[in-house]
């Protein structure tokens, strides 16, 4: 989900950037919870939620990393990603959230 997050394209020309307030609490756990019933594996989940979200692995480690979770045994994360959908979309958002605080703490730190 973090990967999922991080490979939006939040410029003016994608659909989601325009809906930033519903995103945390709607868009991205909608589109979550419905590819995780219409797929039967995870690079189908990853396919349907990418193309929804307008999503992409950004570098390198992004894309290595992803080919590797999606080699996972499918059913028992598909279950845990429709079963507690609203809890990982929590956490991805803490996750998301101290990154952004680090890097601007980070380059505010260079500024001084």
Same mark, same amino acid.
């Given at each position: ?15 989601? *950037? =325009? !809906?930033? /307030? ?12 419905? &590819?995780?019933?219409? $797929? ?9 939620? *990418? =193309? !929804?979200? /307008? ?12 080919? &590797?979770?999606?080699? $996972? ?27 952004? &605080? ?9 500024w001084r």
């Amino acid at each position: 989900m973090l990967l999922l997050h991080y490979g939006i394209d939040w410029s003016e020309k994608n659909w989601v *950037a =325009a !809906r930033r /307030g519903a995103y945390w609490d709607n868009l991205l756990p909608s589109r979550i919870r419905s &590819a995780t019933y219409n $797929s039967i594996n995870l690079h189908q989940w990853w396919t349907a939620s *990418a =193309a !929804r979200l /307008g999503s992409s692995p950004l570098t390198d480690e992004q894309r290595a990393e992803l080919a &590797a979770l999606l080699t $996972s045994e499918a059913r028992p994360v598909l279950q845990v990603m429709r079963d507690q959908t609203t809890a990982l979309t929590l956490r991805t958002r803490i996750v998301a959230d101290a990154v952004r &605080a680090a890097r601007t703490g980070a380059a505010q730190g260079c500024w001084r």
